[in-house]
């Protein structure tokens, strides 16, 4: 099982890095087609407090590759549009704006992250095109496969939905990567492991996944709940344990995305010990307990993590 980091050098020869971008896209669960006020754990930025600041694309890349040429003469990168649904909005619009990305010839493939719930038959049409192109990514966030929660956390569909939006990407050729958050209130260890369970017997085999402790942020309705009266969370060494558990899990082909994530700084509330993420990936690899496999598998800096 491969990082994404080795997974890309193996591929391309060379690091290749992430460019985190906003293609200016809302979420149908924001703005009252399917719900109010996004996930409960989303920020205001769509879970894209990193990216760009909206501009013309090449505006936005050229920023973004100048912040990573400040540690590095990264030549190879991959467009990242994370913020938000990007696959919800007209086709008319958003083909051009991701053809203008693909086409520079540094970039190596597309990801989007999206909603399962905003994969129908014309936006499917337009990915399979732009995936004759360069590879193109698809990034759902699924977070947990257990409906009660979700419906507690406001994510606005049920786990027919994942499925059946996953069996149509992968029919249609289609790299699919699926984000998974452990903490989620209410969820038990086994109820989490049960979720890298589903994720793991996917057929055909998940290309990637995206692991992640909660964040609970300002001005999110689980961070007002949070500040109104805390819940229980994960403790660094819990979390680390259920990272090396999910590692044996998942199936081999899988390219591990993401072992641990970052929030802004001026935003979290809780946990604190996601601040340090040294400390928190040398957890892991001491959960995962062989060192020199750990350290294959969970690299102290990966060149495509989301931060």
Same mark, same amino acid.
């Given at each position: ?7 890309? =050098? ?8 992430? #460019? +985190?971008? !906003? ?53 190879? $990168?991959?467009?990242?549009?994370? +913020? ?26 597309? !990801? ?17 095109? #732009? ?6 990514? %698809? ?27 996953? =069996? ?19 969820? !038990? ?6 979720? %890298?369970? $589903? ?11 995206? #692991?992640?402790? #909660? ?19 994960? +403790? ?55 060192? +020199? ?11 495509? !993590?989301?931060?």
């Amino acid at each position: 099982m491969q990082m994404l980091s080795d997974y890309l =050098r193996a591929k391309y020869g060379e690091k290749v890095y992430k #460019l +985190s971008l !906003s293609a200016g896209c809302t979420c149908p669960n924001r703005d009252g087609t399917v719900g109010v006020g996004g996930c409960a754990f989303c920020s205001a930025g769509g879970s894209g407090d990193f990216a760009a600041r909206p501009a013309p694309i090449r505006e936005q890349m050229a920023e973004a590759k100048a912040r990573i040429a400040r540690k590095t003469d990264a030549k190879k $990168f991959i467009a990242y549009f994370q +913020s938000f649904t990007n696959t919800y909005g007209p086709v008319e619009r958003l083909e051009p704006l991701y053809r203008e990305t693909i086409n520079q010839p540094e970039i190596v493939a597309l !990801s989007l992250g999206t909603r399962p719930d905003c994969l129908g038959p014309a936006v499917m049409e337009m990915l399979c095109r #732009l995936n004759g192109i360069k590879p193109v990514w %698809v990034e759902l966030g699924l977070q947990t496969a257990h409906d009660a929660t979700a419906a507690r956390m406001n994510r606005g569909y049920d786990l027919v939905t994942f499925t059946d939006a996953y =069996r149509r990407l992968k029919a249609a050729g289609l790299t699919v990567i699926v984000h998974l958050i452990f903490g989620l209130p209410g969820e !038990s260890r086994g109820d989490m492991l049960d979720t %890298v369970r $589903f994720v793991a017997s996917l057929e055909p085999p998940v290309d990637g996944v995206k #692991l992640q402790m #909660l964040h609970v942020l300002k001005g999110t309705a689980l961070g007002d709940r949070y500040e109104a009266e805390p819940f229980p969370l994960l +403790s660094l060494e819990e979390y680390a344990e259920l990272i090396a558990e999910s590692v044996r899990l998942l199936p081999e082909p899988t390219v591990l995305h993401r072992l641990t994530g970052d929030a802004p700084g001026p935003l979290l509330l809780a946990p604190a010990w996601t601040r340090n993420k040294k400390r928190v990936l040398n957890t892991i690899h001491k959960a995962i307990g062989d060192k +020199s496999a750990a350290r294959a598998i969970c690299p102290p800096a990966s060149h495509a !993590s989301d931060r």
